[in-house]
Every structure is written in structure tokens, then in C-alpha cells.
């Protein structure tokens, strides 16, 4: 991981500077990216709440605080378990409780609003508006100070406490409404309070006095010269959990790091969380940490030191005394394409829809949208046709759709064309594209989507043309759009430390500028896992053994939080009020079966499935959930009918939906499939008909059997034959070896395939 400046070695001011009048055009290679915006083209906004110190940095966008660097006002941040909001006076701290919300689809969504919070205000001097002061990788400091005042507060992803410091004068708590004092409180540093139903602890220093001013309003009388103070938002009022809080309340969260590890030979990936912590009083130097369900859930390195927890949007969080813990999960591999398919009855059938593909295959790569967008999902649209031909042994049409593909990237990656364009901005640092499309401009929204499917498209035309995908010719931007969302280095002034990616929640948020009462939200979690696989393809084929290992961290960890949080695979986080089997949309505070664009079902389910690739095996974890999920459509149909509502197309993603259910019942998948339904605008009939043609042959996903190289995957038919693929992106031999035993000789940039019946009698 420390060598992964390698590939963020294009750095702005490393490379040439073409000024033309008023145009700026850096040159990359052979293409090039602009500093300036065209005509009437939109710019990014400022993110003035920012110290001075982090205001020397790129903007941390589209993180779950990023509501904070935007606005004077900010929005309440969903820390997990609390929740906070900034205001005028001070810092808001809240635990908030669930609220069954019905709708007019005629299901719920789940929220935890920020509301009734208890405030937290110096006393001898204004607070000034709040500012992002640090930027840990789970946790943040606020920064109140005005003038010589400081008033600054940690807060943290998991943690039940806020660390203050005062610099001078009182602090005043005030209390939504009357509170209770609890009683057997023996240290007099400690108050803790019961407040509609919630309990709260505040920790002053050694000297402190609690004064109560009214019956919604408690003085800590500091002492001179201390200025520490903490609070909390206690699980339980048992004076064994007011022990146990109060003993932690004084190690205080300096920062916090995330590290990660790859292991090719287990393919296994491990994630080490580290807070640096200071002592303000007393010898304990161990914080609270509160661990989520992907967290705890099956880790055995920290069964028995778990503590108590708490009910949350996330599931149960549960907090260990510790400075730190590790994570491992499995690494399921990728493929960049599956072989062909022969000898099937529908071979003819599968011929005749790659004619027609391939004829239409120009209009097909942009049929809706011109942005980064619409050209990126078309663009890998057209690479997935061009992987079938290949395979199906067509390479004249291969060439065809190639010479297509990369006269379209040339286009954009040029810096010559005036509608199509990258542009590079310092004022948050982040490379956005032109013409915008959803706010991805002026809000940020959604780079990893859009430049996901950039790097996908060109990591697999590297792999046929790898002299025109060089670093030096059109290769160069790509890694200005890898580095936009997945920088590994923190603090730099060029890209912040992965955009878009929560190391701590595992998953990715969309919305750049983080609005909304519910905090930041992501719909499409797949899109999110596209863009990953896009990294490793691209790290495979360049060699930047780094940035694989991001990849695959990213990667694997993505896939970890949609199957928790968004699909619920182990049952520990919907709430039975919920009536679908997945989310489709989680905010910081809220999670709701809906999109952003339409409440027709079909898109809705859709949504967090595309782009079908074979990037996502992930999704056939679990055969019984796809085919309860799937199974649940026909009544959601029903009920939006009853509204009036008619999708148009009546079957529209037909075609996603059964290459979903092929992941559970190819047979069944291949029935329902209709060769001349509707077909999602990043697919194509020929795509489908191979991918499901490929599981009817080769069988489900086999996630019992890993690999030791990063381009693998195994199947296995019901008879418990199992197929074995692997890929070498490499110039030489790889020799790979599955974790059953399985040995499989890869020559160079091929993709190997074997096949081995299990012994007698082993499943």
C-alpha cells in the first residue's frame, strides 16, 4: 500500500501545459484534459467551511460528512450510532430511534432522523461557524473557533461519545426537554442524564462542578486550565454500562487510520482500523469503538470482548474497548470476459443476435444521455458485445467494435472537442467531464459511477491493443480518473483520499455535496462494484501491483456492505416493519425501496443489479434471496398499477432480471428470457442470450473455492462438477491453484479453463 504513489504519478504540475488564448489544455499522452470551463458549461462549488490548514487540501467530497465543508448551515451528520448537527450555538448530539414511515407504494422505508438532540455550547464566548478542522478515515474534527476561542469536537463513525475542547470559560448542556438525573452517581466529574427515554453522560475534568440552571439547562463549571470535555449516548442506564463509559470517556480520539492487506495465495483481504488516541486523564488509553454487523458479525478475533449496543439503522452496533481491530473477508475474483459457448442448440440463435448487435452497435453505444455518463455505459455496453464476438470466434466484428470504441474515447479524451471534454479544477481538486449529468458537476455527484465505467471500457481495450492504451498515448488520462476516486494518499492538494469509498460503513456514497436531512445516500451499489472491478482490470493489465490490491480491496469490501446493508443476506439489519427483501437506496439516516428517477418497481429492484458483468457473481451469493427478491415483482407491479402507473416498456429490464435469476435457476432463467423484450440500455440481446447460455453450461457460482491470482472464478452444476476459470493479464505463463487443489496453467493473456467431477462421496 505504500508504494501506491506509483500511479498518481501523472501528477498535475509533472505534466505539460498548453495555453491556447484563453483555453488551458494539459496534455496526457496523446489525449488531454482542460483546467478551464467552456461557454456556458457549469462549474463546481466552493467548499469555503474548511480550516486553513484543510483548505490546502482537495475537498473531501461525497463523504458522510461532507454536508459540513459546503454550508454555513450544515445538514445533521449520521455518524452511527449518533447523530450531530453543527448549528450556531454549538454541537448537536442525538441518538436517534427508528420511525416506521409508510408510502404511497404501499410499503415503508425506515428512518433514524436526527431529532430531539441535547445541545453543547461554550459559555464565555460565541462559537464561530463550524468548519472541518481534520479528516480522519472514520472520523472528523469540527472546528467552532472564532478569533482566540477554540471550540473544537471530534466525532466518529461508530463511537458513542463527541470529544470537546473549550479553550476558555463554561459549557453549557441544554436538553430538549425535562431531564432526569440518574442516581448511585459516585464520581462527581459525571453527569448523566435520562431525556425522553434517552440517556446521556457528560464527562468534565478533574474539578469540574455541575450546575443545574433550570430544568433544560446544566453549567459544567470547568476549572481553570482544563479544557477537555466529552459526552455519550448510553445503550442502557445499568450503572455497570455508566461504569464502563465513564472509564473509556477520557481517551480521546486523535485520529483514525485504515490499512489494508491482500493476501493472493488465501485470496483473502484484511482491513486493519487504528485510532491514535490521547489520554486526558487517567491511565486508560483504550476508546469505545462501535463495531457494525459486517464488523463483528463472524469475526473471532474479538468474540467475548464486545460490550453493550446498540439498535440502529445499520443493525446492532456493538461497542470493544480497544484502539483498534481487523477485519478478513474473502476475495470472490473476476473475470474479464467467459468463454464462448458451443455445441448449444441455440448457437444459430446466438449467431444471428450478434449480426444484429454488431450492425446496430453505433447508435447502441449512445442512445440516450451525451454526458460522462450515458457515453461511459455505452461505451461498455459496446465492450461486452465485443467480448462476446471475440469469444464466439467472430474477431472480424471484434475489430470493428474496437476501431469503434476507440474512436469514441479518442473523442473525449482529445481535449479538442467543445461539447465532449475533461476539465481538471483546483478548487476541489477533482476531474470533472463535460456535458454534466446529474449534478456530477455542480454537486460532484456520482464520480465513481461514471468514470467506473471509463475505466472498465478502457482496461478492456488495453487488453487486445495495448500499445494504444499506453501510458504515453490514450492510457495517460485513465489514471487522472482512477485517481479522482480512489487516491490511496491523504491530505494532497490534487485528490482527496478516496472520494467516494467509506472505509468504516464498507460501501461507497454518491452525492458529493451531502444533502439532505437524511445525510448522504447511494441508490446503485452495483454501479459502485463496476467501478472496482474496473481498477483491478486495469491495475492487471498495467501491472500496478498497488493498485490491484486497492482494487481488490475496494472491491471486496463494497460487496461485503451491499450484502449487509442493502441485500441483508444474514438477516441482522431489516427491521420486520420492512416490507422488501433489499434497499435500494441507503441514506446516512434512512433506508427506502425507491430511486431518484421513478417508483416503477422493475427499475427499482433493477437498479442495484446493472451492469451485469462478470464482475457480478457477488449477487448469487445467496440463490434463495434472488429468487424471493425476484419473486416479490409481481406484486409490487400490482400495487403501482393500482396508482394508474404502466411502465413503458411493459417488460422493461426483462433482460436484466433474467440474468439475475440465472445466477440461481439458469434453466429457469433461460425460459423466461424473451429474445425480443425490452433490453436495458447498457445491455444487448447478444450479451444476455452468452451469459445465460455460460451458467446453463457451467453452473452457479462457486464462492466455497478461491484462487490464488486476482482473474478467477468456479462454477459448479448441480451434480457437483465444478468448471475452473482463471485469466493472465500477464506476458508470461501463470501457473494458478485453486484452494480445492484445482492446478491450472494460464498462458499469457488468455483466459484457461478446466473441469474436475468431485472425489466420491465429497460434495
Known amino acids: 500500500m505504500n508504494s501506491t504513489w506509483r500511479f498518481l504519478r501523472l501528477g498535475l504540475f509533472g505534466l505539460l501545459l498548453t495555453v491556447t488564448g484563453a483555453s488551458q489544455t494539459v496534455k496526457v499522452g496523446a489525449g488531454a484534459y482542460r483546467l478551464d470551463a467552456l461557454g456556458s458549461d457549469k462549474d463546481v462549488p466552493p467548499a469555503p467551511m474548511r480550516t486553513e490548514a484543510l483548505l490546502k487540501t482537495a475537498a473531501q467530497t461525497s463523504q458522510w460528512y461532507s454536508t459540513l465543508i459546503f454550508n454555513r448551515t450544515p445538514e445533521a451528520i449520521f455518524a452511527q450510532p449518533l447523530t450531530f448537527r453543527a448549528v450556531a450555538a454549538g454541537l448537536e448530539m442525538s441518538l436517534p430511534v427508528k420511525t416506521v414511515v409508510a408510502t404511497e407504494r404501499k410499503d415503508t422505508e425506515i428512518h433514524y432522523p436526527h431529532a430531539d438532540p441535547v445541545l453543547i455550547s461554550p459559555v464565555a464566548f460565541v462559537p464561530g461557524p463550524a468548519r472541518l478542522g481534520k479528516a480522519g478515515d472514520w472520523s472528523i474534527g469540527i472546528d467552532f473557533s472564532r478569533g482566540e476561542d477554540r471550540m473544537e469536537a471530534t466525532i466518529a463513525h461508530g463511537s458513542p461519545y463527541a470529544y470537546l475542547r473549550v479553550s476558555r470559560g463554561d459549557v453549557q448542556v441544554g436538553l430538549p426537554e425535562v431531564g432526569v438525573r440518574l442516581p448511585s452517581q459516585e464520581d462527581p466529574r459525571v453527569l448523566a442524564l435520562r431525556v425522553k427515554g434517552k440517556v446521556y453522560a457528560f464527562f468534565g475534568p478533574t474539578g469540574v462542578r455541575w450546575e443545574q440552571v433550570s430544568d433544560r439547562q446544566w453549567l459544567a463549571r470547568m476549572p481553570t486550565g482544563r479544557e477537555h470535555f466529552s459526552a455519550a449516548a448510553l445503550p442502557d442506564e445499568r450503572p455497570e454500562t455508566l461504569a464502563l463509559f465513564t472509564r473509556h470517556a477520557y481517551a480521546f480520539l486523535e485520529d483514525t487510520r485504515v490499512s489494508w492487506h491482500y493476501d493472493a495465495a488465501t485470496s483473502t483481504v484484511e482491513t486493519r482500523f487504528e485510532a491514535t488516541v490521547l489520554a486526558v486523564e487517567g491511565a486508560e488509553a483504550r476508546p469505545l469503538l462501535g463495531l457494525y454487523p459486517h464488523q463483528w458479525s463472524g469475526n473471532a478475533a474479538i468474540q467475548g470482548q464486545l460490550g453493550p449496543g446498540y439498535d440502529t439503522l445499520r443493525g446492532r452496533i456493538l461497542v470493544l474497548p480497544a484502539a483498534g481491530f481487523t477485519t478478513r473477508v474473502a476475495y470472490p475474483g473476476l473475470l474479464p470476459w467467459w468463454p464462448g459457448v458451443k455445441g448449444t442448440p441455440r448457437a444459430a440463435e446466438l449467431a444471428d443476435l450478434l449480426k444484429a448487435d454488431v450492425r446496430r452497435a453505433r447508435p447502441m453505444m449512445l442512445e440516450i444521455g451525451n454526458g460522462p455518463y450515458w457515453q461511459g455505459k455505452g461505451l461498455q455496453r459496446i465492450i461486452q458485445l465485443m467480448n462476446v464476438a471475440e469469444q464466439q470466434g467472430d474477431l472480424e466484428a471484434r475489430d470493428a467494435l ?44 456520482d464520480h465513481h459511477f461514471h468514470y467506473g465505467y471509463w475505466i472498465f471500457a478502457m482496461a478492456q481495450i488495453a487488453l487486445r491493443d495495448p500499445a494504444w492504451a499506453a501510458k504515453d498515448r490514450w492510457g495517460g488520462l485513465v489514471d487522472k480518473l482512477v485517481a479522482d476516486i ?42 459502485a462494484v463496476n467501478a472496482w472491478a474496473g481498477l483491478i482490470l486495469w491495475a492487471e493489465v498495467t501491472g500496478d501491483r498497488a493498485l490491484r490490491d486497492l482494487g481488490i480491496w475496494l472491491y471486496s469490501s463494497e460487496i461485503k456492505g451491499i450484502q449487509t446493508y442493502w441485500f441483508d443476506l444474514d438477516r441482522q439489519v431489516l427491521p420486520p416493519e420492512y416490507r422488501n427483501s433489499e434497499v435500494s437506496m441507503l441514506f446516512g439516516g434512512k433506508f427506502a425501496h425507491n ?3 421513478t417508483d416503477e418497481p422493475r427499475q427499482i429492484k433493477g437498479i442495484n443489479l446493472l451492469p451485469l458483468t462478470t464482475a457480478s457473481l ?20 400490482a400495487a403501482w398499477a393500482t396508482r394508474g ?36 440500455l447498457g445491455n444487448t440481446r447478444s450479451h ?19 484462487a490464488d491470482t486476482a482473474l478467477y472464478a468456479v462454477f459448479r452444476k448441480p451434480d457437483g462438477r465444478r468448471t475452473y476459470l482463471a485469466f493472465n493479464a500477464g506476458s508470461a505463463p501463470l501457473p494458478v491453484r485453486f484452494s480445492d487443489g484445482t492446478q ?20
Do not use: C
Not at 744 to 763: K, N, Q, Y
Open 402 to 445: 474496437l476501431k469503434l470504441l476507440k474512436g469514441r474515447v479518442e473523442q473525449w479524451f482529445s481535449g479538442t472537442d467543445r461539447k465532449t471534454y475533461f476539465r481538471y479544477t483546483r478548487t476541489l481538486g477533482t476531474l470533472v467531464a463535460y456535458p454534466e449529468e446529474y449534478f456530477s458537476v455542480e454537486q460532484v455527484n
Open 486 to 527: 480512489a487516491t490511496p494518499t491523504r491530505g494532497g492538494s490534487e485528490f482527496p483520499f478516496l472520494r467516494n469509498f467509506d472505509p468504516y460503513e464498507s460501501h461507497s456514497w454518491a452525492s458529493g455535496v451531502g444533502l439532505g436531512p437524511f445525510g448522504n445516500n447511494q441508490e446503485s451499489s452495483s454501479e
Open 595 to 597: 430511486t431518484w428517477w
Open 618 to 637: 457477488y449477487l448469487g451469493k445467496d440463490p434463495g434471496f434472488v429468487k424471493r427478491s425476484l419473486a416479490e415483482l409481481p406484486a409490487q407491479s
Open 645 to 680: 402507473r404502466r411502465p413503458d416498456p411493459p417488460d422493461i429490464w426483462q433482460d436484466v432480471f433474467a440474468e439475475y435469476l440465472a445466477l440461481a435457476d439458469p434453466p429457469a432463467a433461460l425460459a423466461q428470457w424473451n429474445r425480443w423484450g425490452a433490453v436495458e
Open 688 to 706: 444476455t442470450l452468452h451469459w445465460l447460455l455460460n451458467l446453463e453450461r457451467m453452473g452457479l457460482p462457486d464462492v466455497s473455492v478461491t
Open 744 to 763: 491450472l496453467p494460464v498462458p499469457p493473456r488468455s483466459l484457461a479453463e478446466t473441469t474436475a467431477a468431485p472425489p466420491a462421496g465429497v460434495p
